[in-house]
């Protein structure tokens, strides 16, 4: 009883804290945007631009463009104006605080889950989504976590009423958290044991690949469905992507021996080995999404910035990709760790490129991640570089037109404590 009256009143003080943001309405007028720079992503960077923003699409880019009749206008001279983030491989919305389990619903009992839709515990009216949002992530790739085959993510915006308003692309792929060998260093009994379980975990995971396909290739002889199965068929059709969690090389190959098998669309999620293994991925158009770009290493003699400098290794060698960093309250970062991969040698518009416009790509997102005519109206204008923590201070985002309140319960401590002592 007293562990239930603690638990009522942590939710209570938490409440009592809430933010009561409110979404933003359907653009209904036209949004002008006059005189910032342009970072388009796909169209370079663009000097004292014009972009106008009418029905939830970018409408024009040009200098200079006349306002429509009751248009907003908005002053961007002198600031950056980017592409909407995407983040992947995030729990936001499924975790709220970490040691309270009732509001963790990352996780499902089991190893074989496939059938798991993880945006069904979705929480739109998270307190920890404001935080993220401001720092200019507009979309999420909800993400479930389990022990192998832990069910299916979908795209959100962040800013939504409910689930159904958020939904920008349901199921776009299958998550599997391949099983990792951890070898203790010096017991070869512990050793011997610690393979075993890998193997027994490996059989297991084949077995279900096996059961899945032929459940699909004899799926009209049969009487009874089995939601499990049914629910990878997209999978064996191309219609969704196959993201495979693997940091380590042996992971990646096994990855890419079973993709080849199956003909799936494969994605690296993680990849720290993945360098190692460029030319496999360049060959069966495997893209990585990265997690470690600001990262420690993952053995004791790599190079301490090894991490860093993983992205620009990869960008070298032609594989398609991604940066990403999964979390829940902690992927507002996202953007800090694509200004560390900049600062190691990727590419300054090959960082944000893989933030935005690469993410999707990958989820078969053809209208965002870029400042093109015709793309949805996500913008950030930032008075600074998005991606330099010391410098980014953003002063509006829009998605789909709607310009978004970037007030959040950081905020409001920040201004209430500054109240202190005055």
């Known amino acids: 009883m007293k562990q239930l009256i603690l638990l009522a009143t942590m939710v209570l003080s938490w ?3 809430a933010t009561t943001l409110i979404p933003a309405a359907p653009q209904s007028q036209a949004i002008l945007i006059q005189g910032g720079t342009l970072h388009t992503v796909t169209q370079g960077t663009l000097p004292d631009t014009d972009l106008l923003m009418v029905d939830g699409r970018i409408a024009k880019i040009g200098s200079p463009l006349t306002p429509p009749e009751g248009a907003i206008v908005v002053d961007a001279s002198g600031k950056r104006v980017y592409p909407g983030l995407i983040s992947m491989a995030s729990t936001l919305g499924l975790q709220e605080i970490g040691m309270v389990r009732s509001t963790v619903d990352q996780y499902e009992v089991g190893s074989t889950n496939p059938q798991i839709d993880a945006v069904q515990a979705y929480n739109p009216d998270s307190e920890l989504i404001p935080t993220v949002r401001s720092n200019g992530i507009t979309h999420a790739q909800i993400t479930p976590h389990g022990e192998m085959l832990a069910g299916q993510s979908s795209v959100l915006n962040l800013d939504a009423w409910t689930i159904e308003d958020a939904m920008v692309k349901p199921l776009d792929g ?4 391949w099983p990792e060998l951890k070898l203790h260093p010096t017991n070869e009994k512990r050793q011997q044991q610690q393979k075993e379980v890998q193997q027994q975990a490996l059989d297991e995971l084949h077995q279900a690949f096996a059961d899945a396909y032929g459940y699909y290739q004899n799926q009209q002889s049969r009487e009874k469905q089995d939601r499990r199965w049914l629910a990878m068929k997209s999978l064996f059709d191309g ?15 096994q990855a890419l021996q079973l993709a080849q098998q199956y003909r799936l669309k494969l994605v690296i999620i993680g990849g720290y080995d993945s360098y190692r293994l460029t030319e496999q ?18 053995r004791r003699h790599e190079a301490f910035d090894l991490p860093f400098t993983i992205p620009s290794l990869l960008q070298d060698a032609g594989v398609s990709l991604a940066l990403a960093y999964p979390g829940s309250w902690d ?10 991969a900049a600062a190691n040698g990727l590419d300054a518009n090959e960082a944000l490129k893989a933030i935005t ?23 950030i204008v930032s008075d600074g570089d998005l991606l330099d923590m010391g410098q980014a201070k953003i002063d509006a985002i829009y998605i789909d037109g709607r310009q978004i309140d970037l007030d959040n319960r950081h905020n409001q401590l920040y201004q209430k404590y500054q109240q202190k002592g005055q």
Request: proline residues 5%.
């Open 281 to 298: 991925l360049v060959a069966q158009q495997v893209p990585v999404v990265y997690t470690h770009a600001n990262g420690l290493p993952l």
């Open 15 to 17: 409440a009592s804290y």
């Open 174 to 177: 299958l998550h599997l958290y």
């Open 239 to 253: 219609k969704i992507n196959l993201y495979v969690h693997a940091d380590r090389q042996q992971q990646i190959e």
């Open 331 to 340: 992927s507002r970062n996202l953007p800090f760790a694509a200004g560390y």
């Open 357 to 379: 416009y690469q993410p999707a790509q990958i989820m078969g997102l053809t209208d965002m991640g870029a400042l093109e005519q015709g793309f949805r109206a996500n913008v």
